[in-house]
């Protein structure tokens, strides 16, 4: 049926493509010259599938009006567009050296803007200060407008007017509370200075607001503050992650409000398709929706600009390529309307620009900032992404209240004490697993493992395969995962480790720091950069009275995590192989002279904490945001807890675990506002002061750590 | 290279464009972070990797001094004190912080680094009302390029000068020295705490100037832009490339992957970063020296950094009924100690070169006390290695220190250098207390010592572990930037000729035999005019036929210089013939005291070597170096 239809449009856009052609002149000898643009985009890096739907966005403008408007009209003279791309790796010091190689070296008469506000406000402020025009449609955060600069557009909603359209519908059907949390990046932080406003615009009291910084992997903390707090209404978020994230947490904690109004990821259908029925009456900000009712002279409406772009990418349009084709068609009518491709002649073509198009209406304010275009909201109804304001362009009726119980707002200072120890010894559990592997690998063969998260998420990623292809639940998948890891750990030493054993720390350090980045960008080559979870049908919570409530997911991971830990800790204590690890970890040649085989040793030993590592990730998937680059600070972490615990230690490990579990979730539950933040920055103070205050770890291990200089 | 250097010089005059010139300033500034980071992670040893986090620093301190206008609090600073500010903002705090973390080591300096760099970022973001928080502060856009490529040129240019120059001053040599045997260094009289934190904020200073210089540039700064480790990645991998240690290597290192990635790497895409990690991994595994290292054997391999030292193998095999942590540390215990008439007795080979020092006569015709330990105690749980003992020695005195396997002799060493500290007693020197002075302290008074596992900079030639060895407390803020005198190399040279080195002169260290070395390591000792020299075990190890020119040595030093010497042995022999009182250690405390023939005759003294009367008795002498290693 897709296929069918896909074949429709695509027939559709050729014949209208070769309907339009009349007038257009035949060969491309008869334009009269050639207008040059310039973008940097990211091919590369973290933002490369957004960067790559951003260039769709404008090749899809360039062959339109270069193949079927003919040119850009300039009086009766008509000009091909040419764009010039470069490649800026994700990276902003890129961005802003390759904007100015536009400028300098390929002499650009425009400049289209690159993907994402980080990266536009240095490749702006270069085009500012080199007096070149720069339209772009993805660098949305207010901050880039408050510089007073003369040469940046953006065609998109400013990232404070993100919520409005939602929050207006919302206090028209009722809303009267609401608490907001956000990502403390420039975007989602001018999207919630944005919601406040409009909250209080609209008699809507914010009760709380709570930050939290980007790569966060529990939000419990801050979902259970709000749920004692009982809103109205819950506004968040900053990233797709996030919005993963919040919603298994308010799952898990038995937190439900009236509406959820999700800043990112709503409206993208993976979400959809990852969190399944978790997910629905979400609701999200949309720039753009094929369905909205937006209709202009060029491409006709929103829905055949939908079909267009499909017939050229065979894939439908998300808002980022539909900004970018908005922002190259802003730039083209106002060089038009100039009549000229003088810069100061089109700035002020641009200020005075007012159009309809499929993205919707297009005029500037002073600032550079389209502001007659509203943004859209969508909300998942029946697990379709449908529009819902504003009015003139909602496709379905709002779904409000969602009609789940609310939480009481009662909460006793001894339910928030007790929510935070439960919230705490679950992330402690969680921790305790998911760091045995390094701490043994380190306490024995004193090689320090930097690619541990990778193995997690490794460990992560194939639960999630079993999950996606045959519906197995994690929890089923995590010994078969156990069994495929510890061949790989059995490769890994044998390849690499082997050679670096009796080699200074350093030496296995770097190579495995080399090995992590390895397999950082081979799974992101492999799974993409987007954010997977995986279902477990152990989820849901316990309520155990009103304010305190047990996830039951995290409870079985700590359930695990204990039979993990006691079970290696009896196989060291009490088996012939524990005893010779034990030796070995002592003293290597010690072991040596007493017939231990230690090398074979270190690959039973490397294997199996490897094979434990993957099956631990295995084990969290359900509740770890899992994404090629959410290893790293999972290594930090377990370095924290090791050098704390003492190296090998189990017990230590468990200990250290559960101090970092319970430091994390009493800061974010008792210090308001910015406690999140705080959380993460505790496990790196309690590894400095751990380390410089008691080098020797609090629990005693394997090996002495014996970490001063003299 | 000057054809480098004026082709950087004109390159604007030749056309470049601003891109290009912003293209050069930003591999300026890889350039100078590596250099930064090479003079803690490869001259001194300490392997940051948190570098980024002094850019970061730099960088914001540089934003919030130039928008203080926007916030009304003052007028905005100009760009260049601002940019400086910021440096010094950074170097403050690397000195602060490098204060508390360089007390760590290996691995654990390097995370708790990484660790402070995490936690710096998420303070920036937290404290959203100077910082602006996660979304950060902008700058107004500044134009002109060419001013600060001429900018950073400069100051890359006097940064190469700077660490060429610091490459072959005594503070660059004794950064060598922390890196190789941090301890050793120590008791050679080096003030290691204090040179190390000073070139860390240095770097940090350094780094945190190019900090300030980049958010001028780039006229915005959000926490994760200023704090990215892509920096110090880039450093550590610019470094290892170049060549770790060297003053070229950074350069080289860092240019050649510029170069890699422009050319090479954009056309493999995302797999460029996968080969990124292949590359750490190639340069790891088959040029630990780097590409300037494999010429310049002034650099160092990464093999050498985080070695495990002598000192750090703990022993649990022999562990037994020893006192396990006295014999542990034991290693780290030798010491030599000296009498004060320095200039004279320092120096062994002033007998053989002449009468230079003759004019400052010995004042020890009285021979009084020169080191008097008093009760001293140490205990290791609940091991009492060393049990209230009084030791003392005079000028020009010999004394032996020899006792059974865990009968606390080197323990005691470790109190009297002060590398270990003590729970009870005082120790003396000339009447002053010094039981709580730090090592170098205590060497720059006179006392030096050798150890038991022989502590030579193995990596450094003969000739240069002489010329570290210096007496580091007469150097001076001047001498530490200047060049090894003519009277060091000289008295160098003199030495190497009384120990019959001179033919080894230029081999490292670690190429030299266990006598050799051990002849090395009492020249180290003997290098810094000492008047007390500690000899922990100096024939273990030795070949038979060295021992006797060792014996003769010491000999010659002691009656022609009047250096004094506590020496700790296993061969009865060698202490009866060189000393003139000896002194018997049993399970902590003194059995025993007197001359070699009095305590030879000791019947408590046989018991404890031998056990009860009527076992095998085994001969005592010549086995000096016993089951206690």
Known sequence: ??????????????????????????????????????????????????????????????????????????GDERYRAEIVYYDDESDADTAGNLTQRLIDDDRVDFLLGPYSSGLTSGASAIAEANGVLMVEGTGAADILFERGFQNLF?????????????????????????????EDTAFATAVADGAARHLEANDIEVLAVETYPKDIQDVSA?????????????????????????????????????????????????????????????????????????????????????????????????YQAASTTAAALALQLAIEAAGSTDTDAVRAALRELSADTFYGPISFDERGVNTSKPMGMIQVIDGDIVVVAPDDAASAQLLYPLGSEKGSSSSSWLGRFAQAVVNGIALGGMYAVLVLGFSVIWGVMGVI?????????????????????????????????????????????????????????????????????????????IFSADFRRADTALDGSWRLTDSLTVPVTKFWILIIALGVLGGLSLMLARTRLGKGIRAAAQNREAARIVGIDVSHLYVIVFALCIGITGAAGALVSPVLAIQPFQGAPLTLKAFAITAMAGLGSIRGALGGAMVLGLVEAGLAVYVGGVGTNLAVVASFVILVAALVLRPQGLFGGLRPVDATAT | MAAVLAWLVVLPALGATDSTLFTMTLMFTSVAVAINWNLTGGFTGYVDFGHAVWFGLGAYATTILMSLQANSLGIGWPPIPAIVAGAVVAGVLAGLIGRATMRLRGPYFSIAMLGTFVAMREIVRTWGGLTGGGVGLTLPPYLNRQLFYYLELVLVVGLIALTWRLRRT???????????????????????????????????????????????????????????????????????????????GPVVGSVAL????????????????????????????????????????????????WRRQPAAVPDAADGGADAHGAEHTSDAANDDVETRSTEHTSDAADGHAGADTSDRAPERTAAPVVLQGRGIVKRFGGLTAVDRVDIEVSGGEMVGLIGPNGSGKTTLFDCLSRVQSLDAGTIRLDGADISRLPPHRVARLGVSRTFQIIRVYRDLTVRENLELSIQWGRVGLRGLFSRTDGETRRRAERLMEFLLLAPLADEPAGTLSGG??????????????????????ATAGVNPSLVEDIKDRLRAVNSEQGVAFLLVEHNVQFVADLCDRVVVLDAGGKLAEGTPSQIMDDPAVIEAYFGAPGRERSDPRGEGNGAEQ
């Open chain 1, 222 to 318: 801050i979902m259970t503050k709000f749920r004692d707090l009982g809103p109205d209404l819950f506004v968040g978020g900053g990233h797709y992650n996030d919005a993963v994230l919040f919603v298994n947490s308010a799952k898990e904690l038995d937190f439900a409000p009236d509406g959820m109004l999700i800043t990112v990821g709503p409206s993208n259908p993976k979400l959809v398709h990852e969190l399944g029925g978790d997910v629905e009456g979400v609701l999200g900000p949309t720039q753009w929706e094929p369905s909205m009712a937006y209709r202009g002279p060029y491409f006709g409406s929103a829905a055949d600009y939908a079909a267009h772009y499909q017939s050229l990418w065979g894939e439908p349009p998300v």
């Open chain 2, 170 to 248: 005594r503070f660059g040599a004794a950064l060598v020295a922390i890196r190789e045997d941090e301890l050793g260094a120590g008791t050679r009289g080096i003030s290691t705490t204090r040179l190390k934190v000073a070139v860390f904020s240095f770097a940090g200073a350094s780094t945190g100037l190019f900090g300030g210089l980049w958010a001028y540039q780039n006229t915005f700064v959000d926490p994760d832009i200023a704090f990215t480790e892509v920096r110090t990645i880039d450093a550590v991998m610019g470094t290892l490339l170049g060549g770790l240690g060297t003053v070229a």
């Open chain 1, 449 to 525: 493992n930097f690619a541990h998260g990778e193995f997690v998420m490794i460990g992560a990623y194939l639960a999630w395969l079993a999950d996606d292809l045959w519906g197995v639940d994690p929890f089923l998948s995590v010994p078969a995962v156990f069994v495929v890891m510890m061949a790989l750990g059995y490769v890994v030493q044998r390849v690499l480790v082997d050679r670096v054993i009796d080699r200074p720390h350093l030496v296995s350090l770097l190579v495995m720091f080399g090995l992590a980045i390895i397999l950082q960008n081979a799974m992101k080559l």
């Open chain 2, 516 to 537: 050799q070395r051990r002849l090395l390591e009492i020249g180290m000792a003997l290098m810094s005019e000492p008047r007390l020299v500690l000899l922990d075990e």
């Open chain 1, 1 to 74: 049926m897709v296929t069918l239809c896909a074949l429709v449009l695509l027939v559709a856009a050729c014949a209208d493509g070769s309907d339009e052609s009349a007038d257009l002149p035949a060969a491309e000898g008869e334009f009269a010259g050639t207008i040059r643009l310039g973008a940097a985009l990211s091919e590369t890096g973290k933002y490369s599938v957004e960067g790559r739907d951003a260039r769709q966005g404008y090749d899809t403008w360039l062959t339109w009006v270069n193949d079927e408007y003919g040119g850009i009209r300039i």
């Open chain 1, 154 to 182: 953006l065609v998109a909603t400013i990232a404070s007017d993100y919520t409005r359209s939602g929050i207006e519908a919302l206090a028209a059907r009722g809303a009267r509370t609401a608490v907001i949390a956000h």
């Open chain 2, 258 to 305: 510029y170069w890699l990635r422009e050319v090479l790497w954009a056309n493999l895409l995302d797999y460029h970063l996968v080969a990124q990690g292949v590359l750490l991994i190639v340069i790891v595994l088959l040029a630990p020296r780097g590409i300037v290292g494999a010429f310049d054997r002034r650099g160092t391999s990464l093999l050498r950094l």
